[in-house]
């Protein structure tokens, strides 16, 4: 299995409030990439990065903000977190952000805001 | 921007058939990939199966196979001799310019 590790596993919060989710990866991939799942719409880009401090907007960034600092870590920030933002966050990596190259998935953060 | 349908939210097989799952999509790329993902309850996003839209050749894994229709843009799915294993959400997905895009998914249920 490629090494990713999302964190937290689960979190509740309150509307309002910030969240900052976190995607640590061992395999030196270059891309990375923050997805939401959500009934009916399956897995919706949200941000990537193509490189460290190098990020791009997916199809819904409205609301969160990214930031790399490090080739292992991706962290995905929702600045005033919104029930809209209840979901299953997934993080993703890959090596060139080719279709020759597999997107391995972490095993996701469910958050729920209140 | 590119779109992904999956028409079927739910299928259900027996043990040992076969079953296909339908997947269209529309893209402005000249060069993209297609996918199928596997979603288990436990969450894990598995790769199944992949196709280089250059390739006019269906791709095959075992049991899993692909109907690539380039024209037409549809991209189905077709388990053979299914598995109470086979029982998951199937994602199929688009990739071109670095995004992968999703359709919403069908649920596949397998009875023994």
């Known amino acids: 299995d490629a090494g990713i590790t999302q964190s937290p596993r689960h979190k509740v919060t309150e509307t309002g409030t910030p969240v900052t989710l976190r995607c640590h990866q061992t395999?030196?991939?270059?891309?990375m990439y923050w997805y939401r799942q959500d009934p009916g719409h399956g897995l919706r880009l949200i941000h990537y990065?193509?490189?460290?401090?190098?990020?791009d907007k997916g199809e819904v960034s409205d609301g969160y903000s990214v930031s790399r600092s490090k080739t292992e870590d991706f962290l995905l920030t929702l600045e005033s977190a919104t029930s809209s933002q209840t979901s299953v966050y997934f993080c993703?990596?890959?090596?060139?952000?080719?279709?020759?190259?597999?997107?391995?998935f972490g095993p996701g953060t469910r958050l729920t805001v209140l | 921007a590119q779109t992904v349908t999956q028409s079927q939210p739910e299928m259900s097989v027996q043990e040992a058939e076969t079953v296909t799952l339908s997947c269209t999509y529309d893209t402005s790329e000249s060069d993209y990939y297609l996918f199928w993902y596997k979603q288990p309850p436990s969450r894990q996003m598995i790769l199944v199966i992949r196709?280089?839209?250059?390739?006019?050749q269906n791709a095959t894994e075992n049991r899993f196979s692909v109907n690539f229709q380039k024209a037409a843009k549809s991209f189905s799915l077709k388990i053979s001799d299914s598995q109470l294993g086979d029982a998951a959400m199937y994602f199929c997905a688009h990739l071109g310019g670095n995004k992968l895009v999703f359709g919403a998914g069908t649920i596949l249920r397998v009875k023994s």
């Open positions: 993703a990596i890959s090596e060139s952000g080719q279709g020759l190259d597999e997107q391995f």
């Open positions: 196709q280089e839209a250059y390739k006019q």
């Open positions: 395999e030196n991939h270059r891309y």
């Open positions: 990065s193509y490189g460290v401090k190098d990020t």
